[in-house]
């Protein structure tokens, strides 16, 4: 079998939707997903002449062409990377077509049939505890017996200022960096709490912080919170420096978890073998893809450190990531971040809802055990966007 072309489409959902689909020569497609950013559709129609003519079967060794073919423009990470990833997690579809079964049967086999899913809650409807209280309670009521909220941005400068449009926020991008206020941290707890006591002590709760502290303050900020029991403290201080994250990890009574800014098991390796984080969190179509997740897993497990996968994919990157996520031994959740998105799982072909009670049952066809619904897809297309041409 030889791989003959490689195309994108974008799906304007909650965040882009990069879709990439690589063909045959022996007519089997396969289907993946790019993490969104800026230039990435350009990237990987580069990338398709590293591809063409090779079997698309070899995918560890594909990966590495790919990876050494665009070194010096960026392989370590960002754009080139999630284009990497969103073709890799298409050769595994084409592979498991092509042999006639799931992609998690390619990678170890699975440890779970079905994949916990976590509800990404964003901010609510606005920084106050009858909002936050509100969201938790309609997502619990769909199910959902964990959830995530952006903790961040809620400043007194930023109050009614959630403009939250996949660019960053106001004051986040303005790159400063100033002390977390008493004020700011009381409202985090109330907003917080306010959560707890609707959900209840059993729903897992996690918050995320964004990169937006220093390293004192996000370990005053974990012991202020600690005793509503949160399951994780995301990203307190921001990604470049493990050494400061290790010291907010080491003081912290609440796990602290992180990972979504970074790439590739090399990425990962500082941050693992220095056990700065008690929970690592890649995201499956940015990372690498589903092997090179896999070996991040792995690594991870050497110290016993869980993995919570991010997400904010469609349903078909989505998938693919359960079918990572199956085979860790150290897996916990994956993101859902698409509450906002009716038609999220219209986008595939499956019998019903794909989350059901707060899980994704792994579906067991060949390779991805699903299917692009084109109409849905033509009918949510990006500005511009090409469908696969
Ligand atoms: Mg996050």
Redesign the pocket.
């Known amino acids: 079998m030889e791989i003959t072309d490689v195309r994108t489409a974008s799906i304007r959902g909650n965040f882009e939707w990069v879709l990439v689909r690589v063909y045959s020569d022996e007519g089997l497609i396969g289907l993946g997903e790019c993490y969104w950013g800026a230039g990435v559709e350009t990237v990987v129609r580069r990338m398709k002449r590293l591809l063409v003519g090779e079997d698309p079967q070899n995918i560890d060794w594909l990966y590495q062409k790919m990876v050494r073919g665009m070194s010096g423009a960026g392989s370590t990470g960002g754009t080139v990377m999630a284009a990497i990833s969103g073709i890799e997690l298409a050769l595994w579809d084409l592979k498991g077509k092509a042999l006639g079964t799931p992609i998690y049967n390619l990678l170890g086999g699975r440890y779970r049939e079905r994949i916990q899913v976590y509800a990404d809650c964003g901010h609510a409807e606005g920084p106050t505890p009858q909002a936050w209280a509100e969201r938790a309670g309609q997502v619990v009521a769909q199910g959902f017996s964990a959830l995530k909220f952006d903790i961040d941005c809620i400043s007194p400068e930023q109050f009614g200022e959630r403009d939250h449009v996949g660019a960053g926020r106001r004051g986040w991008v303005s790159g400063q960096q100033r002390p977390l206020a008493a004020a700011e941290m009381d409202l985090m707890v109330s907003l917080a709490g306010a959560v707890r006591d609707a959900v209840g002590p059993d729903v897992e709760l996690a918050l995320?912080c964004?990169w937006r502290y220093n390293p004192r303050d996000a370990i005053t900020l974990a012991k202020e919170l600690a005793p509503l029991r949160p399951k994780w403290l995301?990203?307190p201080t921001p990604p470049d420096n493990i050494e400061a994250l290790k010291r907010v990890t080491d003081s912290s009574p609440v796990p602290i978890c992180s990972g979504?800014n970074h790439y590739t098991r090399h990425g990962f390796r500082t941050m693992i073998t220095t056990q700065a984080v008690d929970i690592v969190?890649p995201d499956i179509p940015k990372a690498g893809g589903l092997l090179e997740s896999k070996k991040i897993a792995d690594l991870a497990d050497l110290y016993y450190i869980p993995l919570a996968a991010?997400n904010v994919c469609s349903a078909i990157g989505t998938i693919a990531a359960c079918h990572a996520c199956a085979g860790m031994r150290n897996f916990t959740v994956l993101e859902f971040h698409a509450m906002d998105v009716p038609w999220w799982d219209d986008l595939v072909t499956a019998d019903g809802p794909l989350i059901r009670d707060g899980y994704i049952t792994l579906p067991d066809g060949p390779g991805l055990g699903c299917d692009l619904n084109e109409d849905v897809a033509r009918a949510h297309l990006g500005e511009g966007a090409t469908f696969f041409e």
């Open positions: 995320d964004h995301e990203d979504e969190q991010h």
